[in-house]
């Protein structure tokens, strides 16, 4: 029960975070909706890096895993010309380990 509303609560929050970046950003030069839930999503799961399976499990699945997108970034990756597409893809992966890095480093 928990983790469907923690999934609901997090999706409703990531699609206006998406919504709201490409209203006010040109989305067609970087994807900053989806780019911004990413990062968000992996500092706070790394932010559950000393906690129960249980809080990970109905946090980390529930809420962070409807926050993030997989299937966004690879559709956004898809459509990019190859150049735009790497950086957007290298940019992804990067910041999103270092933010995962740093959450648990602050949990630590």
């Not at 699609?15 to 911004?36: N, Q």
């Not at 990413?38 to 906690?51: R, T, V």
């Not at 249980?54 to 962070?64: D, H, N, P, Q, S």
């Amino acid at each position: 029960m928990f983790v469907a509303i923690g999934f609901v609560l997090c999706a409703m929050s990531a699609t206006m975070v998406r919504v709201l970046a490409a209203k006010h950003l040109d989305k067609t030069v970087f994807p900053f909706g989806t780019f911004a839930v990413n990062i968000l999503g992996s500092f706070a799961l790394g932010l559950l890096g000393g906690a129960s399976d249980t809080v990970v499990t109905v946090i980390g699945v529930g809420a962070l895993g409807s926050l993030t997108t997989f299937s966004s970034i690879n559709v956004e990756i898809v459509r990019r010309r190859c150049l735009s597409a790497f950086v957007y893809l290298a940019l992804s992966i990067v910041c999103g380990v270092l933010a995962a890095w740093l959450g648990l480093q602050i949990s630590s």
